[in-house]
């Protein structure tokens, strides 16, 4: 771990300088967008000899600082911006002046600490995830400069919190790109099994050590809200169920009965949990298996629910798997729309950045066709306050749930 002295701003003459290529768009970097690409930063021996994470002062092209970066040399984003201000230092009280200023934010959301405490560069800490859930806080540090700074980071954390029990979650696709490894665990504190949250007047268990991401996704709650109105009185299929987002609120607000579908036995464990929990477990039921072939077998079976939801995992990652991923999205709504009862509701998401809301929507409206049904766009849902969108970064933007009556 280094000593964050090296991380001083443009007076430490410690820090070394990385600089922009003359067709670099500094435009875009100077209105806020927070990302340099490697094809448009000078990446001369140097340069590529700084080890990963290294906090640098970005120069454009005529030699004019532009702030403080944080520099992965091999990566495709190889430098994230941290600080406009290239005099400003990143120590703990940096660290802790970008925690407070987030969690002023949730503390007005939500009366309980359970939140998306902070939304990576939204949050002006680029690559940083960090979900809390009461006196734990789980941590994604998937950007190399905050695996460098890890420990300041911790407990600045604590410090601005008060949280007992910090866990890094290393897993996730991100910090592979950034070079990172995947070894997390528990970094302070201890925990004794999974953690309930109480949201929409469902109890959700999540596991934070072993659990997907951090242990449950937030940014649905406002999502499963919606849902659980339109689910009111009828019965409720919720595909891709994880510990029981959808399926769970629904009961919780007046529907009569919910199958929860998932490939992962132990989420649909911490999802009966939660049922049980919530005493709603003689009306929740689970079935394992991959979402496709239970969507078939269900219309085989004759199955018919008020509503339907699909939450599934990224499909279009990258821009690279956008167009199987579009595929993807249509084949899920053509298989479940066949499982919703007349004038009940089908409720698609998306967590694909590389799909934008435009082509999402284009390919579930396509798959509902497919299946010979016709449909009301009802609702658009995105993601909760507590994962801001950076208006310079489509990245952040990323979920979208289209909530249509057939």
Request: hydrophobic share 45%; proline share 5%.
């Amino acid at each position: 771990m280094p000593n964050l002295a090296y991380c001083g701003g443009m007076n430490d003459t410690s820090l070394p300088v990385v600089r922009l290529r003359p067709k670099a768009n500094t435009r875009a970097i100077r209105h806020g967008f927070p990302w340099i690409y490697a094809g448009e930063m000078v990446t001369d021996r140097r340069t590529q000899a700084l080890a990963p994470g290294t906090i640098a002062i970005l120069e454009d092209a005529d030699r004019t600082p532009m702030g403080l970066v944080g520099v992965t040399p091999h990566s495709k984003i190889i430098a994230r911006m941290l600080d406009r201000d290239p005099a400003q230092a990143i120590d703990e009280a940096w660290l802790e002046d970008r925690i407070a200023r987030a969690l002023r934010h949730r503390e007005r959301l939500y009366p309980q600490p359970f939140y998306r405490l902070v939304h990576a560069e939204a949050d002006g800490l680029p690559g940083v995830v960090i979900d809390r859930f009461g006196d734990a806080a789980v941590i994604q540090p998937n950007a190399a400069w905050a695996e460098r700074l890890l420990e300041p980071l911790v407990d600045a954390l604590v410090r601005v919190t008060g949280v007992g029990t910090v866990v890094k979650s290393a897993s996730g696709r991100a910090r592979g790109l950034e070079g990172l490894d995947d070894e997390g665990g528990i970094l302070r504190g201890a925990l004794d099994g999974p953690i309930p949250v109480v949201m929409n007047g469902a109890t959700y268990m999540a596991d934070l050590e072993g659990g997907q991401k951090t242990g449950l996704f937030f940014d649905q709650r406002d999502n499963h809200a919606f849902a659980a109105r339109l689910g009111a009185g009828g019965r409720v299929l919720d595909v891709f169920a994880h510990v029981g987002g959808f399926g769970l609120a629904a009961l919780a607000n007046g529907a009569t009965a919910a199958l929860a579908v998932d490939g992962s036995a132990g989420a649909l464990t911490l999802a009966e949990a939660g049922a049980e929990a919530g005493n709603m477990g003689g009306a929740f039921e689970t079935r394992r298996g991959d979402a496709f072939a239970t969507l078939e077998a269900l219309a085989r079976e004759g199955a018919s629910f008020d509503m339907v939801v699909c939450d599934p995992p990224a499909f279009a990652p990258s821009k690279s798997a956008r167009d199987a991923g579009l595929r993807a999205y249509e084949k899920v709504a053509r298989l479940a729309a066949p499982l919703v009862a007349k004038d009940g509701y089908l409720v698609l998401c998306s967590c694909s950045h590389a799909a934008d809301l435009a082509a999402f929507r284009d390919a579930s409206a396509r798959g509902i066709g497919r299946a010979g049904r016709r449909g009301q766009l009802i609702h658009t849902g995105f993601a909760g306050p507590d994962h801001p969108q950076l208006p310079q970064l489509a990245e952040t933007g990323y979920l979208k749930a289209l909530f249509f009556r057939l």
